[in-house]
């Protein structure tokens, strides 16, 4: 029984990201979409937080999203998977509850 | 698991166009059934309720929330509904609202039903998945 | 527009609603509309709790006065729940911790036990950090607002 856990605002705004990474369960993913995607960028100054995240939980990065935003796929920290808004779907079915961070 | 069996339903916090929320929650939305899932109901509480207004003028060249959600509902026979207590607060009626509240217009936009907070609370228990879309 | 569908739900299943509260009372509706979902929610005969975590512990703080603000004060509906068998708030301790609150700065919020002789119990129970994670990941569903 796993959390997905979802995460829109940036960690720069607002205190959701930390408080999201610091409930996390092993087993769990993290999704991070709208303005959260900007942790996931390589040297972001909350990179080091996401990698000790993802020695434990699977850490989900949103693809439109990151576009949007200019953030190119291969700019990101090595453990970030990127997903569709189908595979955003497929995450929400895989575990059993989801969870926003607002 | 294919999933295909699992009810989602969906919770909407915030407007259109000020937050990104109600956007997510569209294109997750058309995902979801676009893979051939059940949507039970899409709910739209706090600024939510503001995607259900038909008065909404957006620019030409952007996207019309409200249609999309209005056209969505119509392709696959989506539950819109609206918080009747929050949609109060805000000034988002249907014709029944207005008349009972002695207001001289209603708004709500087609597609988008007004009903209580239980159609919320039903969706947490019916629904097997409830994503929430807030700010 | 879809027909209103007849409620399906099924009697003999009672699901585990968590509402999650992480913002504090005034500055945004959060709050006050979370809190009326939590009151129709009763009536569904659910395994109904609230969290508390982050700067949502100031929703339960006594001595909220918004007289000043121009808002209608509702923190006295918390403590109302009891009656509507809503008897598990949970308030993480380090929230506290981080804004310099105690336990003894909180509402008394208490609710009639009837599986024990009606005893006044409290219904706000401090958990850690760590116990809120796991008592979380037992729900079926979280409600964020």
Partial sequence: MSTLHTINKSPFERSSF?????????????????????AARRGSAF??????????CAIYVLAPDLAARGIEETNLIPKAKVVDYGGFVDLVIQHQRTQAWL | ?????????ILVNEGPYTHQASDSAYQFTKAALKKGHEVFRVFFYNDGVNNG?????????????QKAWTDLAQKFNLDLVVCIAAAQRRGVLDAGEAKRHGKDA?????????????????????????????? | ???????????????????????APYGSIYALEALEVVLISAAFEQDVSLAFLDDGVYQ?????????????????????????????????????EERGLTPEDLMKITYEDDDDDFKEKSSIRLVSRSELSDTMAAQDVLLSF
């Fill in chain 2, 106 to 135: 209603d708004n709500i936009a087609p597609g988008f039903r007004i009903s209580g907070l239980g159609q919320l609370v039903e969706a947490a228990i019916v629904a097997d998945r409830l994503v929430v879309f807030g700010d």
């Fill in chain 3, 1 to 23: 527009m879809a027909e209103v569908a007849a409620p399906e739900i099924d009697s003999s299943v009672k699901k585990k609603l968590m509402f999650i509260n992480r913002k």
């Fill in chain 3, 60 to 96: 339960l703080v006594q001595g909220q006065d918004s007289s000043g603000i121009g808002m209608k004060n509702f923190s006295p509906t918390f403590r109302a729940l009891g009656d509507y068998d809503v008897t598990k708030l949970y308030v993480e301790k380090e929230s506290l």
């Fill in chain 2, 53 to 65: 207004t038909r008065l909404t003028v957006p620019p030409q060249d952007d996207r019309n929330l």
């Fill in chain 1, 47 to 56: 990179a080091v937080d996401l990698e000790k995240a993802a020695r434990s």
């Fill in chain 2, 1 to 9: 698991m294919g999933g295909k069996d699992l009810k989602f339903g």
């Fill in chain 1, 18 to 38: 930390s408080s999201a990474l610091t409930h996390l369960r092993s087993a769990d993913a993290l999704l991070l979409i709208e303005d959260a995607v900007l």
